[in-house]
């Protein structure tokens, strides 16, 4: 017989770890225990019997197999402290808690089709300043306050200052993706509630909505109603991302996020005026850019404007139709460098647009050619209407009082 | 005596359910957990050893794997196929079905036959989850040791995996005859 894969034994062990006791079992189990172990260990014992051994009409002895097996996904009772109540947290609680930014740290884990391909693990001070340490030393720090950002490589005794140009984008953010799932998921704008299950020695409670483009499940502490672990899934592409091991309101050293380059270290320094030349190539990008790459966008969803022009939904969108077609890297190549210029033009037309104004886009689910549904609209600087593009991507100036409900 | 009382009862409040949870994953098997939980406290309350020991719960979580193997042991002598029994109810979820069969069982009876060390480390890394670096305070042994002893385990079982499969398929070929 030839020797099974060692991965196969990781797989049957992970499976192990996963398994898990009923509530109603469990909680039967620990009290009557609880009970014997308290009379046991009681010096107001008072006749001779041993309980303990009256009870230990031991099932142990006749080790017989189980009659079932059921499979529950489910809580630990806590006692002598009274129950955690997992019904006691609903997505509002945790919501409360992510509509506030605090400062935290946390872990990020990315895996491409089941194998893990990279991570780092993330500081955050605030909305603008990050420190990323990644596993092969690197360190990345953005300040965005400036804008600024410095990279180092502790082991090279190297730095790379950037003074970064534009107004910044906005930074990704873990309470934003998490207050995400509010916008809507396959469920019907419901959040799901999965139930109770230990991680990271916290009792939490998941949530998850599923979208078309990204799943997303949130395990929050069921006292602090923190979250204890994100999963963001990538749906179509193979993409599944893990933030866990937070802490949050750290009090950073706010040296961690100092972008100059530690004394001793060799710098290379990159101007704004060079990032502004960079910048420069991209500003050649119009209106009529964001028309195309919205039409390539939708000809890939096969006639359908996704639900977030973000551009990890682009992304998303691209590698789901690679995957749907069973393209090989040559031919994904080949027939997507159109699209993906298109939409690589556009979304730097939509960073334009962020410098200067708010766009709404409201494409989710419209059909292309659909002319009475709007997809998305802004007011371009100086203007007193609105520039709206529709499904049928005909572009039309609009009142603010006429605009799209 | 009150100490002892103290001791362990601490334990439980503070441990019992995880150690509960360990006992569930090392036996599949739930109606039994409540039984060996019992049977865990009850050895524990007669050990000195425990009286005696520093870390309870090192103590006790050892225990409970012993306890939990020995389960596996002496099951083994009077196995009773799962198919066999009426009332067995099979989660529908691909994880269900991975249970009801027997591929964790067979690599949860091969773990059994690693060595003391090498099972306890396989069973806190890959069933618990703990990190190497955690697994090394509770053991006292260093990191990079013990994943060089979890390497070495996982091809101890691979071995053990396949000679068992060997010995099922050469009882078959007998019974057959």
Known sequence: ?405 | MRNKQKKILELFEKSGPQLYRLLGKLTLNQDEVGDLLQELFLRLWKSKSFEKANDSFSYAYRAAINLAFEWRRNRRLSFQSIENDCEAQIDSSALGKMIAGEELQKVLDATMQLSELSRDVVVMHYIEQESYEEISKRLGKKPQYLRALNAKAIASLRELLASNENSEVDTNSVTKR
Request: net charge negative; charged share 30%; no cysteine.
């Open chain 1, 1 to 405: 017989m030839s020797k099974i894969n060692e991965n196969e034994i990781k797989k049957r062990f992970e499976a192990v770890s996963k398994f898990e006791i009923s509530p109603d079992v469990t909680a039967r189990d620990l009290e009557k225990v609880s009970k014997n172990l308290t009379e046991l260990t009681s010096e107001q014992k008072k006749s001779g019997h041993n309980i303990w051994k009256i009870i230990m009409k031991s099932k142990i002895t006749k080790f017989a197999t189980a009659a079932s097996i059921i499979i529950a996904v489910l809580i630990a009772i806590h006692y002598f402290g009274g129950s955690i109540d997992g019904t006691s947290i609903v997505w509002a609680d945790v919501m409360e808690q992510l509509n506030s930014f605090r400062p935290y740290a946390s872990t990020h884990t990315v895996y491409d089709e089941g194998r893990q391909t990279w991570g780092f693990r993330l500081l955050r001070m605030n909305l603008s300043q990050r420190r990323q340490i990644f596993p092969d030393g690197r360190i990345a720090v953005y300040d965005l306050s400036i804008p600024k950002s410095l990279t180092i490589y502790p082991e090279e005794k190297r730095a790379i200052e950037r003074e970064l140009s534009g107004n910044p984008t906005s930074d990704p953010d873990m309470f934003a993706i998490a207050r995400s799932m509010q916008g809507g998921s396959l469920q019907g704008n419901v959040i799901q509630e999965l139930g109770i299950k230990e991680l990271e020695g916290h009792v939490t409670k998941g949530f998850r909505s599923e979208r078309q483009y990204d799943d997303i499940t949130v395990w929050a502490d069921v006292k602090t109603k923190l979250p204890v672990q994100l999963e963001i899934i990538h749906v179509g592409a193979g993409r599944r991302i893990v933030i866990n091991e937070f802490e949050f309101d750290v009090d950073f050293d706010e040296s961690l996020f100092s972008t100059t380059a530690p004394d001793g270290y060799s710098v290379e320094k990159t101007s704004k005026e060079e990032m502004e030349k960079l910048m420069e190539m991209t500003k050649n990008n119009t209106e009529e850019d964001l028309v195309e790459g919205l039409r390539s966008l939708a000809v890939i969803l096969e006639g359908t404007f996704p639900p977030d022009i973000e551009l990890t939904v682009m992304q998303t969108a691209v590698r789901g139709y690679v995957a749907e077609k069973n393209l090989s890297d040559e031919e994904a190549e080949e027939l997507l460098t159109p699209f993906v210029e298109s939409i690589r033009r556009a979304y730097m037309y939509m960073e334009q647009l962020k410098g200067i104004t708010k766009f709404n886009y409201v494409g989710d689910g419209v059909k292309l050619g659909d002319s009475e549904k709007p997809v998305m609209w802004w007011l371009p600087k100086d203007s007193a209407t609105y520039r709206v593009i529709y499904g049928d991507l005909s572009v039309a100036d609009v009142a603010p009082e006429n605009l799209p409900k």
